[in-house]
């Protein structure tokens, strides 16, 4: 099956400073999404962005879709950003299902 | 976007026993999703409900430890049966946004098994 990495594993920010974070995936894809797990448990959606880039506030997302990979930026980090971050994506197979990836858990400290 | 109420939010279960996990959206929509995220760990989809017909399971689920029922377009329960400490996870419904794919999750269940 598809294989959707994520990149760092582990971050920790100083309040204020910007972070990348990235998502390859192993086969072509015709969705990707990105979201925010709180402390609490409770899932977000950040972006619904199969190709090119949006932005949403402090936060942005690029995807290029022909070389597998997604970023989610996150600028001037507040310490409500803390959490783990995951990619998920759609294969272009038909099938309604949604792959996450491995995720990336950030700290942001004041 | 849909509103998801998932109840309870927390349990704490003894081995053997069996939960019952209820999930309402307050649109109707066609497909319900439930997924399972163990500690620490990513999340991975146990089966999709669709209204009016029995539940597609993924590899690694059955449908006698993971029963689910989808009654009607708002509401979906998952039970997990005949627990044991390795259920311990958090159990989380979700729902597609109508037209564009877009996920969305209820607050999840924190299931801890003694």
């Known amino acids: 099956g598809i294989q959707v990495e994520q990149s760092p594993p582990d971050l920790i920010l100083q309040e204020g400073a910007n972070s990348t974070l990235r998502c390859n995936f192993s086969?072509?894809?015709?969705?990707l999404q990105w979201f925010h797990q709180n402390p609490w448990g409770q899932l977000i959606n950040l972006f619904y962005?199969?190709?090119g880039t949006k932005q949403n506030g402090r936060l942005s997302a690029t995807t290029v879709a022909t070389e597998r990979y997604s970023l989610l930026y996150i600028s001037s980090s507040q310490t409500t950003d803390s959490g783990v971050y995951f990619c998920?994506?759609?294969?272009?197979?038909?099938?309604?299902?949604?792959?996450f990836g491995t995720g990336t858990r950030l700290l942001v400290s004041p | 976007s849909a509103v998801i109420s998932q109840k309870p939010s927390r349990d704490i279960c003894q081995r053997g026993t069996s939960l019952t996990i209820q999930c309402q959206v307050d649109s109707q929509v066609t497909m319900m999703f439930w997924y399972r995220q163990q500690p620490g760990q990513s999340l991975t989809l146990i089966a999709t409900a669709n209204q009016g017909s029995e539940a597609t399971y993924e590899s690694g689920f059955v449908i006698d430890k993971f029963p689910i029922s989808r009654p009607n377009l708002t509401f979906s329960t998952l039970t997990v049966s005949n627990m044991s400490p390795e259920d311990s996870s958090i159990y989380l419904c979700?729902?597609?946004?109508?037209?564009?794919?877009?996920?969305?999750f209820g607050s999840g269940t924190q299931l801890s098994v003694l």
């Open positions: 962005i199969p190709s």
């Open positions: 979700s729902v597609e946004d109508a037209g564009n794919e877009k996920l969305f």
């Open positions: 086969d072509s894809v015709n969705n």
């Open positions: 998920a994506v759609l294969m272009n197979t038909g099938f309604q299902k949604l792959v």
